[in-house]
C-alpha cells in the first residue's frame, strides 16, 4: 500500500488523465441513453392528421371562344334546345289503289269475327302485300284490340269478302274521304284511312317506324270500335291508343297498344 502511495506522487498526470478517461465515458453513456429511450410527456398533441379529401370526378369547364367582336363567349349553348318537328314525306294523290292479295286467318276464336281487306294508294309506293301483313301481325297480337276477348280480324284478299277496308292513302286524298284537316286518320263510311304522309313518317314522339305504324292501325281501328279519345291520365304512364300521340303526350309514355 506504501508503494502504490509513492507511485501517486510521483506521477500526478497519469492520475488526471485516468480522471477525465472515466468522466468521459460516463457522460458518453448518458447522452446515448437519453437518445435512445422514448420520452413521455403530458398532455394532447397542438396538431391533428387531416386525411386526404376523397378523389372526386372533375367537372369539366366550358372553353369560351371569341367572336368576331372579340368578346369571350361561352362554347355551350345556354339556350333550350328546339323542340323536334315531325319528318312527314310528300306523298301525292295518285286516285288508283293496290289491294293486299293474301290472306291471314284471325287469331283465336273468342269474340266476334271482322273480316277486312288492306289497300295502298300507288302513289305512296307501298308494297301492299308487306302493309297487309304488318297490320294483320298488328291485330292478331294480344296486346291488340283482340286482346279483350270480345273482337277478332281476319285479312281477306278480296275486299268483297271484307266488312270494312283499312286505306293508306295520300293526304289529298284523305282529306276528300273523311273531310278531314290534317288529323292523320279518320273513319269514313265504316271504313279505316290513314294518312300515307304519317305512315311513312316519324313524329319526335316515337323513336321506331313500326312502333308509330302500329299506334296507328291500333288508334284508327279503336276509332272504328267506337272508342272515345281519351287523354293522359298520369305523367310517366303509357299514353292510351285512343289519345294523340303525334306532337304532344302531356307527360305519358308513347303507347302504340290497347292492352300495353
Known sequence: MAGLFTWLRQNPLAIASTVVGVALVAALAVWATSVTAPVHR???PTTSVTPLPAPTTATPSVTPTATDSGTPTSSASTSPSPTPSADWPAVKSSGSFATAGVNVSAAGSAGSLHRYSVRVETSAKLDADKVGQQVAAVLNDPRSWAGSGSVRFALVAKESKADF????????????????????????????????SWWKGLPPTYQAKGDWQTYLVNHGIGRLLGEKADD?????????VTMAQSADLSGCVSNPWPFP
Open 232 to 240: 293522359c291520365a298520369k305523367k310517366g304512364k303509357p299514353a292510351p
Open 165 to 196: 277496308t283499312i286505306t293508306i292513302a295520300a293526304p289529298g286524298t284523305l282529306g276528300k274521304l273523311c273531310k278531314a284537316d290534317g288529323g292523320g286518320s279518320c273513319v269514313d263510311a265504316g271504313d279505316v284511312v290513314i294518312d300515307a
Open 42 to 44: 403530458e398532455g394532447r
